[in-house]
């Protein structure tokens, strides 16, 4: 039989909360997540912190979170960017990010929040004391 019983406008057949085993919460750590921060994949290799392959043939992660691991791989990606190249909604892949942070197979890089920036007068104090110097 090849007829399909939905098509390409019916979406995807997996429904979200399944791509989470009906999780909506993620971990502390994945929580405080920003849409701008980056995911960067644990590179393959021999040193601390390196990741093979076969790490990805576990059978605790799904299709979306293999994903997730190979694009990163290829380049950072913020979490706003992986939730549109997967086309799913950004708080499932806060869950995803989340597991694959718990499993050590990605790593977060957060901007700086506003309040830790240097102030601006600070700054010229520096400049000004560097100058005097």
Same mark, same amino acid.
């Given at each position: ?18 791509? #989470? ?40 992660? #799904?299709?979306?979170?293999? $994903? ?15 939730? #549109? ?33 240097? $102030? ?14």
């Amino acid at each position: 039989m090849s007829e399909r019983w939905f098509d390409e406008a019916a979406g995807p057949v997996v429904r979200p909360y399944a791509m #989470t085993r009906g999780r909506t919460r993620c971990s502390p750590e994945a929580a405080r997540l920003d849409l701008i921060a980056l995911v960067i994949a644990r590179t393959a290799g021999t040193g601390a912190g390196s990741r093979h392959e076969d790490d990805l043939h576990d059978p605790a992660l #799904t299709p979306e979170h293999v $994903d997730i691991v190979r694009m990163c791989r290829r380049s950072p990606l913020s979490v706003a960017e992986l939730a #549109t190249d997967l086309d799913v909604p950004v708080g499932i892949v806060r869950v995803l990010v989340g597991d694959l942070l718990d499993a050590g197979l990605v790593r977060v890089s957060r901007p700086v929040p506003p309040a830790e920036l240097p $102030d601006e007068n600070i700054l010229r104090e520096v400049i000004n004391g560097l100058r005097a110097l």
